[in-house]
């Protein structure tokens, strides 16, 4: 963030999720005892802001590792057409041009009721907790997949990624009057951000709930592990979430590389 008010755009992005990821966090502690004996150590003997202040850390920290997806989506968003607009228009495409905003708000609608309809569904279920666990198994994995798809996409058009950057950087430089427009973007982008991060705390939170559902029926006495088997399967599951977006590492280096040989800058 280039603006002289940059801390309004993180905690516009992380405010929600910190006091959400406090909240999960302390929830799983409950649940888990084995976790709680391990974080709760940092909580002994405080009180008071102390222990809201450690609380508070332990929230953000999951808020930021939930929101890792977001910076692989980020990433990606370079893959997106960035050619000029076409002058002249076929009728057809100018009626799919025109509805297509109509049409992307009824299907949001209509996903959200039917949404709402199968959760209502879910809970009638004998089942409900194998259920959610396959639910959230299920969008954990379709999550680390869209990631992992996108960041080995990411290595192989660099080039292109690249260019946009280069377009981006001229057409803010063209526009020096368009403050006010590109600060109304950023802030809806920094809004939607904020409610992103609170879906994918629920998908992180609700996995790692599952994870130790399913580990809480071994005794690991007598499998031989050092610690209560729920800490391997949480290890798993965030390296999973996590590696994705130590590969945006190497892609930022990739562009920087592309960046050192361009000799036409700018």
């Known amino acids: 963030m280039t603006s002289g008010r940059w801390w309004e755009f993180y905690f516009v992005r992380y405010a929600m999720g910190t006091v959400i990821g406090a909240l999960v966090v302390i929830t799983l502690m409950h649940i888990d005892p084995a976790l709680n004996r391990v974080l709760g150590r940092l909580l002994d003997g405080l009180d008071g802001g102390g222990r809201f202040a450690v609380l508070g850390g332990l929230g953000l920290v999951y808020c930021y590792i939930s929101s890792i997806p977001i910076l692989v989506l980020h990433a990606g968003r370079l893959l997106l057409p960035i050619g000029p607009r076409m002058v002249k228009r076929s009728k057809l495409r100018k009626l799919y041009e025109e509805a297509l905003p109509a049409v992307f708000t009824a299907t949001v609608y209509a996903f959200s009721v039917l949404y ?108 031989g592990l050092i610690y209560a088997p729920q800490f391997y399967l949480y290890g798993v599951i965030a390296m999973a979430w996590i590696l994705p977006g130590v590969a945006v590492w190497l892609f930022a280096t990739l562009i920087e590389n592309e960046f050192v040989r361009d000799p036409m800058w700018p």
Request: glycine letters at 6%; a positive charge.
């Open 116 to 223: 709402v309809f199968v959760q209502f569904e879910l809970l009638r279920s004998p089942e409900l907790d194998n259920r959610i666990a396959n639910l959230s198994f299920l969008a954990f994995i379709v999550t680390v997949m869209v990631l992992a798809g996108l960041t080995f996409s990411l290595t192989f058009f660099r080039s292109r990624c690249y260019q946009f950057y280069k377009n981006l950087a001229k057409a803010r430089a063209r526009q020096g009057d368009a403050g006010e427009l590109i600060t109304s973007y950023r802030h809806l982008r920094e809004h939607g951000n904020s409610i992103f991060i609170v879906a994918l705390e629920a998908v992180f939170g609700l996995t790692m709930l599952s994870a130790y559902r399913v580990a809480s029926g071994l005794k690991h006495e007598h499998l």
